[in-house]
């Protein structure tokens, strides 16, 4: 097994990608990847260098990770800053390190991607040693798979990586005919918040649109740029996506893309940018130019939920963080990252900081759990 590393996701044929992925999960696709890294939202503006790793038996791909060298802990919601700085403290380099995730995107999926006619586990192994050979030729601190899916983990795991916990909240259908029936699982206090913030989004008076990105005109794709800008630079953030980026998705994987957009007397003033596959609906961005009550619970959540069910999805995963989310149908719900420290002194303190976190993490979930809105908290 040949073990190469490619500095570009365009270096790697689109098709041959896909093959190895197979699944539609929408962040690791090849043309997302792309996109990134074609409008410079990756790169080194940005700190997000490309290092991927690719399996290769008799010159076909079989296996790949896709790999980001980061000068930086921007844009990858599995916080580290406190581990950085205990490096700082003591006169040592947490920076470069290496990143196997989506970039600036906490959805959980596939971060080992293996040919289905290849033994996972074998491939899987193969790759990971390669990995850490580069990484010691390299001098990279430490490397971070994040989000993995639950196999990832425990593979992960069983290689000697330090798993860390963590907690998102996600919206599961239950085989619901419509909205009404899913508020009808709700107990009587929950359900009539529900309907009051549905009743005074609805006093905004807006229309409210579902766009498929393939669908999307210039005028649609350059009002979700804007929204999205527009929140990153009120709450002191960087935007790393740009028009470009939005552009290209809608074009190359527009089944994929979803807005759901609000307009008021004919104009564009409020939407979510999200993301979809087979399965799940994945919210990632919400921006607006007029503050109308409830307006972004009714967009982010209760159109979603509607979109899901309408659809047969059987997951909606919001985005990160957000306790306000319980009381709208969304359960605390694992979720996961493996860590490889190279010093062993502070891999040592980081797996004693993990094994407490976790206690406390499960503490959290379990907690978050009891304020199901839920009669009968169903999963």
């Known amino acids: ?74 844009g990858e919601f599995v ?28 959805a959980s999926g596939p971060r080992i991607l293996v040919d289905p006619e290849y033994d996972w586990q074998n491939v899987c192994t193969h790759m990971l040693e390669g990995l850490q050979e580069l990484q010691a030729v390299d001098n990279i601190s430490s490397i971070h798979f ?4 639950d196999r990832e983990t425990r593979f992960l795991e069983n290689q000697g990586y330090m798993t860390r916990l963590g907690c998102q909240f996600h919206w599961h259908n239950q085989g619901y005919r419509d909205f009404t029936d899913f508020l009808d699982t709700f107990t009587a206090k929950k359900r009539k918040n529900v309907k009051q913030e549905r009743k005074y989004a609805a006093t905004a008076a807006v229309d409210i649109e579902i ?107 919001p985005g990160a963080q957000g306790e306000h989310k319980i009381s709208r149908g969304f359960l605390p719900t694992p979720t996961w990252s493996a860590h490889w420290i190279t010093n062993p002194q502070f891999s040592r303190a980081i797996q004693h900081f993990l094994q407490q976190e976790t206690e406390g993490m499960q503490d959290y979930i379990r907690t978050m759990q009891e304020r199901s809105p839920y009669k009968n908290n169903v999963r």
């Open 79 to 106: 916080f580290d800053w406190s581990w950085a700085d205990a490096y700082q403290r003591h006169g040592l380099p947490y920076y470069p390190k290496w990143v196997i995730a989506a970039p600036y995107t906490p």
């Open 146 to 149: 994040l989000f993995t899916t």
């Open 211 to 317: 766009i498929r990105g393939c669908d999307a005109s210039d005028e649609q794709l350059l009002a979700a740029e804007l929204f999205y800008r527009k929140t990153f630079d009120e709450k002191w953030g960087t935007a790393t996506l740009n028009l470009g980026f939005f552009t290209q998705i809608a074009a190359s994987m527009g089944e994929q893309l979803l807005l759901i957009m609000a307009r008021r007397n004919g104009q564009y003033i409020a939407g979510a940018i999200c993301f979809k596959d087979e399965r799940t609906l994945y919210g990632r961005h919400w921006g607006c130019i007029e503050d109308h009550a409830h307006l972004h619970f009714e967009l982010c959540f209760y159109q979603g939920i509607e979109y899901c069910i309408q659809h047969g999805l059987q997951v909606f995963e």
């Open 1 to 74: 097994m040949d073990i190469r590393q490619h500095h570009s996701i365009l270096d790697i044929p689109r098709e041959d990608w896909k093959r190895i992925l197979n699944n539609h999960y929408p962040f690791m696709q090849h043309e997302f990847l792309a996109a990134l890294e074609q409008n410079k939202c990756t790169g080194e503006q940005f700190g997000w260098l490309a290092r991927h790793i690719a399996a290769y038996e008799d010159g076909k791909l079989i296996g790949a990770i896709p790999i980001y060298e980061k000068d930086n802990s921007y």
